[in-house]
């Protein structure tokens, strides 16, 4: 691709390790990158965006702040012109169980991953609707089967899979194409933070994988007209079979809690954690 008929990927929560593979693959693939994060991320992101290229652009957004996701919507079209992709990765996690978490903690979840992505792409729909682009929408396993401990974080995934899910067949009538992305348990800044936490035993079922799987399903899915992609697919079909059968999640859960909490003591003592 020419600079001038390159494809813009307007790329939230680009400073964490999802974020940093999304980036550095679709630069790879040609893509200009209008990267945001939170302010006091900008100067390391700014430093990573300049190892893939100087026509990519870093711009501080809170996307919980209805002002930060209008003036970076509006800055992307100001440089770029459009916006062919929009994919929405920003999301935070705070693992405990629910009578411990404050207020502040519940509604923050609920701000970012929910509102702000919900907000940020109503904004982004008029662009997408032009350029007849692609919405992608970072879920997770979590937002297919239910994860203790983390009811907030699940409930907020659950949320965004039926949002893409909806947008998905009702976008079809004005050429935008939606994928979500629902990936398992990653290596990636958040799953440090968890294991630090009261994290639920079964984010730890299966070894955590590399945050480039991730941006190769986010590639994939820019690609594809899939509603969902799985990382991984086993992992995937596994929790789809598990939902068919609500009434048996109390019965599997022990069983799945104890593997998990074995395996999370075994990598913690390897240092996949460190």
């Known amino acids: 691709m020419s600079k001038d008929n390159r494809q813009v990927v307007f790329l939230t929560g680009a400073a964490g390790g999802i974020g940093r593979e999304t980036a550095a693959l679709l630069s790879e693939k040609g893509y200009l990158l209008f990267l945001t994060d939170l302010q006091k991320q900008s100067a390391d992101l700014k430093k990573f965006a300049k190892t893939l290229g100087k026509d ?9 702040k209805a002002s930060d996701s209008e003036k970076a919507i509006k800055e992307c079209v100001k440089q770029f012109g459009k916006i062919d992709i929009l994919v929405n990765n920003a999301g935070i996690m705070r693992p405990s169980k629910f ?3 404050s207020q502040e903690e519940i509604d923050e979840q609920i701000n970012i991953n929910i509102i702000g992505t919900i907000r940020l792409t109503k904004l982004g729909m008029p662009h997408l609707k032009k350029s007849k682009g692609k919405l992608i929408i970072l879920s997770s396993l979590a937002g297919i089967v239910p994860a203790p401990h983390h009811s907030i974080y699940s409930a907020t995934k659950f949320a965004l899979r039926g949002f893409a899910l909806s947008l998905y067949l009702e976008w079809k009538e004005i050429g935008i194409r939606v994928s979500s992305i629902l990936p398992g348990t990653i290596q990636s800044p958040m799953t440090k933070y968890m294991a630090s936490q009261d994290s639920s035993p079964m984010a730890y079922i299966n070894p955590p994988l590399p945050s480039s799987e991730v941006a190769k399903g986010i590639w994939k899915a820019i690609n594809s007209d899939k509603a969902e992609i799985y990382i991984t697919y086993s992992q995937g079909l596994l929790a789809r079979i598990a939902l068919l059968f609500p009434s048996l999640l109390s ?3 022990p069983i799945m809690a104890k593997k998990g909490i074995r395996n999370f003591e075994s990598w913690k003592k390897k240092g996949v954690f460190d």
């Open 56 to 64: 990519n652009i870093v711009y501080p957004c809170d996307i919980s």
């Open 99 to 101: 009578e411990k978490l």
């Open 251 to 253: 019965l599997i859960y």
